[in-house]
């Protein structure tokens, strides 16, 4: 049987306007000098910065236990001075990701962060919170950012489950190049991008509800990820995605959404970290756009990406893959294929740019698409340089005139489904909102 540590054995005490890390520290540090253990964050409002976790450490959180993260940014360094496992920062760029991207930079700082470790835990019971506070940073990431909740990097064995991640600064999870992730029954509200994963192996998302003011799950170069009975809400992207062996089963996305998009602040609400209301940008991109950053060594080609028994409520698009253009430069999408899924109310065109060197195959079998009311007149799909478009039992209903604008030739095969023109263009248009 696991030891237990809890928190305030170590004196960490609930309420208090101090900072809590050292104490909650000392619980981590001495089950892991043990080999290992429990921590046990009690009932309470317990302020802190960021908390290292080790190897062989489940982190629960008891129902009604909130982690309130300190809204000075500079609360977030104190990572720098550990003593138990110390880090060379000489010794840890990482080449992958370029200057600035190592895990001792101000963009890994995070409430909880784990470096380097494996067979890790985080747990949480009903009304458990990790509460981000919106904290602002003029010197983060598009200078207001702060902290992320959870990040990660090179771990593995890895579960997340139970609690509510709360007004994240920054992603609510962040991990990077980590293998055996299994993540469920989370919520997280607000903040930027629900769940994150760069470079990472074997990963399971499932029953998670995320009203995000950002993507809800991202990431690219990922391999074997199973995505399944998520609810998505989000002001941009459901999922802004890039990876091989993909599967994205039973998720619902949906739009306007509760949160809005925090980047559209003003600069003074950013710094006072106010909350989103109805006049910040509310609407979702894509259920699905394709993502390849640079930051990636991506050594095979990215397909086999399934999406099926979906239901994709009010987004601006159905699809998109806009290579050489915002977030798609590394390596671009070989094949997708979406299976029995819904999608009402679109107002602008599938995108479907390809590269010319690994061309890709879109498979739409068994799909609903219908246009939102005013924008009929659009045509169905933008296209170009693609291998093949496969639709087979497609309705597509609401649109004038359906129609693929395609910059160059390429196999288009309809089977059952709605009659869809293609007609040959020089020029396509649309912005990206």
């Given at each position: 049987m696991k030891q237990i540590y809890n928190i305030v054995d170590f004196g960490a005490v609930a309420g208090s306007d101090e900072l809590q890390t050292s104490k909650i520290q000392a619980a981590v540090d001495a089950a892991f000098a043990a080999g290992g253990g429990e921590v046990v964050v009690p009932a309470g409002n317990f302020k802190t910065a960021t908390i290292r976790l080790r190897s062989n450490i489940t982190f629960r959180m008891l129902s009604g236990a909130v982690l309130d993260g300190s809204t000075n940014p500079d609360d977030y360094t104190h990572f720098l001075d550990d003593k138990i496992e110390p880090i060379d920062p000489s010794k840890e760029i990482d080449e992958d990701y370029g200057n600035g991207h190592f895990v001792l930079s101000h963009w890994y700082d995070a409430i909880i962060k784990v470096y380097k470790a494996q067979n890790v835990k985080i747990l949480g019971e009903k009304d458990s919170v990790i509460n981000g506070n919106n904290t602002y940073n003029p010197n983060g990431e598009e200078g207001y950012r702060g902290p992320h909740a959870i990040q990660m990097t090179y771990c593995k064995n890895l579960e997340f489950g139970g609690y509510t991640v709360k007004d994240?600064?920054?992603?609510?999870?962040?991990?990077?190049?980590?293998?055996?992730?299994?993540?469920?029954?989370?919520?997280?509200?607000?903040?930027?991008?629900?769940?994150?994963?760069?470079?990472?192996?074997?990963?399971?998302?499932?029953?998670?509800?995320?009203?995000?003011?950002?993507?809800?799950?991202?990431?690219?170069?990922?391999?074997?990820?199973?995505?399944?009975?998520?609810?998505?809400?989000?002001?941009?992207?459901?999922?802004?995605?890039?990876?091989?062996?993909?599967l994205v089963d039973g998720c619902t996305t949906h739009a306007p959404s509760r949160y809005g998009f925090r980047g559209s602040l003003?600069?003074?609400?950013?710094?006072?970290?106010?909350?989103?209301?109805?006049?910040?940008?509310?609407?979702?991109?894509?259920?699905?756009?394709?993502?390849?950053?640079?930051?990636?060594?991506?050594?095979?080609?990215?397909?086999?990406?399934?999406?099926?028994?979906?239901?994709?409520?009010?987004?601006?698009?159905?699809?998109?893959?806009?290579?050489?253009?915002?977030?798609?430069?590394?390596?671009?999408?070989?094949?997708?294929?979406?299976?029995?899924?819904?999608?009402?109310?679109?107002?602008?065109?599938?995108?479907?740019?390809?590269?010319?060197?690994?061309?890709?195959?879109?498979?739409?079998?068994?799909?609903?698409?219908?246009?939102?009311?005013?924008?009929?007149?659009?045509?169905?799909?933008?296209?170009?340089?693609?291998?093949?478009?496969?639709?087979?039992?497609?309705?597509?209903?609401?649109?004038?005139?359906?129609?693929?604008?395609?910059?160059?030739?390429?196999?288009?095969?309809?089977?059952?489904?709605?009659?869809?023109?293609?007609?040959?263009?020089?020029?396509?248009?649309?912005?990206?909102?």
């Open positions: 994240s600064a920054n992603w609510a999870h962040t991990l990077n190049k980590c293998d055996n992730i299994f993540a469920h029954d989370l919520t997280v509200l607000g903040g930027h991008d629900g769940f994150h994963t760069r470079i990472c192996k074997n990963v399971l998302i499932e029953n998670c509800e995320i009203y995000s003011g950002d993507d809800c799950i991202a990431g690219f170069a990922n391999e074997n990820v199973v995505i399944r009975n998520c609810y998505l809400d989000c002001a941009c992207s459901a999922l802004r995605y890039g990876g091989t062996d993909i003003s600069k003074e609400e950013k710094a006072a970290s106010a909350p989103t209301n109805e006049t910040h940008r509310h609407t979702q991109h894509t259920p699905f756009l394709y993502f390849c950053d640079y930051p990636a060594k991506v050594t095979k080609p990215q397909g086999n990406i399934v999406i099926q028994n979906c239901t994709f409520i009010q987004p601006n698009s159905f699809f998109r893959l806009r290579w050489g253009q915002q977030w798609c430069h590394n390596r671009s999408l070989v094949d997708i294929t979406f299976k029995n899924c819904k999608c009402t109310g679109v107002s602008l065109p599938i995108d479907l740019y390809c590269d010319e060197n690994e061309p890709c195959t879109l498979r739409l079998e068994d799909v609903e698409i219908s246009a939102r009311e005013g924008f009929e007149d659009k045509p169905f799909m933008h296209a170009d340089k693609f291998k093949q478009i496969y639709f087979e039992n497609v309705t597509v209903t609401g649109f004038t005139d359906p129609t693929i604008l395609s910059k160059s030739e390429g196999e288009v095969i309809m089977k059952n489904s709605t009659p869809i023109k293609f007609q040959l263009t020089d020029v396509l248009h649309d912005k990206y909102v």
